[in-house]
């Protein structure tokens, strides 16, 4: 049984930032991969950015320059940082994890987050 627990979404004014965190819990042999995926009203879930075990990492054009990705992997926990947020960066963003379990790693899962409101707005 595998949990992703969200935190640090909320109201941020344009310009400013906010920190993504995602911890992962329960039987886990390890995580091959986070990231971070958002949805707009109206729109298609869409990747933000996602990490690998060994720190390599891939963006979205969108989000170039702006967010970075980090994992802890001690803390089995990802973070997202997101600067000079923009109205349009308004989303619900879904942290998502490729995990390991069962004797010695034999099963492989994909989970996924509950989803954190992000709002930007002035």
């Known amino acids: 049984q595998v949990q992703l627990v969200e935190s640090g979404g909320g109201l941020v004014q344009p310009g400013g930032s906010l920190r993504l965190s995602c911890a992962a819990s329960?039987?886990?042999?390890?995580?091959?991969?986070m990231g971070w995926y958002r949805q707009a009203p109206g729109k298609q879930r869409e990747l933000v950015a996602a990490?690998?075990?060994?720190?390599?990492?891939n963006y979205a054009d969108s989000m170039k320059g702006r967010f970075t990705i980090s994992r802890d992997n001690a803390k089995n926990t990802v973070y997202l940082q997101m600067n000079s947020l923009k109205p349009e960066d308004t989303a619900v963003y879904y942290c998502?994890?490729?995990?390991?379990?069962?004797?010695?790693?034999?099963?492989?899962?994909?989970?996924w987050g509950q989803g954190t409101q992000v709002t930007v707005s002035s």
């Open positions: 329960g039987s886990i042999f390890s995580i091959n991969a």
């Open positions: 998502n994890a490729l995990i390991r379990y069962g004797d010695y790693g034999s099963r492989y899962g994909n989970y």
């Open positions: 990490i690998t075990s060994g720190g390599s990492t």
